[in-house]
């Protein structure tokens, strides 16, 4: 098993939908969990971090984070072209000082 | 002003050769890592320096190593090249082995 995981994708919406990413991890024990985007040909940008169970939202981004189900998701509201890149969900575990890195999903936003 | 500046930003060299990549932050992070992005996009963790110490060591070829002069930098040095290196190396920095951490724009490395 993946220590973490996300669907690959591609995931494809229309422009000013809500795009949802989701993102399993298998260490119970982590206590840090970060979203990057990763436009083609370009460095991880952090967009979003979150530490504590429930929702964070930062302008049109919203994290939810579920410990007891070792699940993180971002959400993406009023979607726009610009918002077309990879996502990259990142945990840090509970006794690890590094980050473990999902493989992406890609994401797509239809003009 | 870029705050994790890697050099250079490609790099082509043929098999066999030895290379450097440098990192440089301006944030004043203690912590400083070199990631490698294969072709499947999968970010994997080589090194991390926590001021100028090595605190992870992941299963990396000790063709490759790093080098920690202060907590502003941390290079890289590649042995003996090999095709599998290809990829794009990322350099990256935190306040500490818990905050978010900020990337460099990468280094693109193509074996001939």
């Known amino acids: 098993q993946k220590e973490v995981e996300q669907n690959s994708g591609p995931l494809s919406v229309p422009e000013g939908a809500i795009a949802s990413l989701n993102c399993t991890y298998s260490?119970?024990?982590?206590?840090?969990f970060f979203w990057y985007r990763q436009y083609s040909g370009k460095s991880p940008e952090l967009i979003m971090s979150?530490?504590?169970?429930g929702d964070k939202e930062d302008g049109r981004f919203t994290a939810q984070l579920n410990k007891a189900s070792q699940y993180v998701s971002l959400l993406i509201r009023d979607s726009q072209p610009s918002d077309s890149a990879t996502y990259l969900c990142?945990?840090?575990?509970?006794?690890?000082?590094?980050?473990?890195f999902g493989s992406g999903t890609q994401l797509t936003v239809l003009p | 002003d870029t705050a994790v500046s890697q050099t250079p930003k490609y790099l082509v060299t043929q098999m066999g050769n030895d290379k450097s990549i440098k990192c440089e932050q301006n944030?004043?992070?203690?912590?400083m890592y070199w990631y490698k992005q294969d072709s499947k996009k999968f970010l994997k963790i080589m090194f991390s320096?926590?001021?100028?110490?090595?605190?992870i060591n992941e299963t990396v070829p000790n063709r490759f190593s790093p080098k920690s002069p202060d907590k502003a930098h941390l290079n890289l040095h590649i042995n003996s090249l090999e095709l599998g290196d290809s990829a794009v190396y990322f350099c990256?920095?935190?306040?500490?082995?818990?905050?978010?951490?900020?990337f460099g724009d990468g280094t693109r490395l193509s074996i001939l």
């Open positions: 990256a920095s935190s306040q500490d082995t818990n905050q978010p951490q900020h």
């Open positions: 979150i530490y504590s169970n």
């Open positions: 320096y926590n001021n100028k110490e090595l605190i």
């Open positions: 990142a945990v840090r575990g509970g006794s690890a000082r590094q980050l473990t």
């Open positions: 260490d119970r024990g982590s206590q840090s």
């Open positions: 944030l004043g992070h203690d912590t």
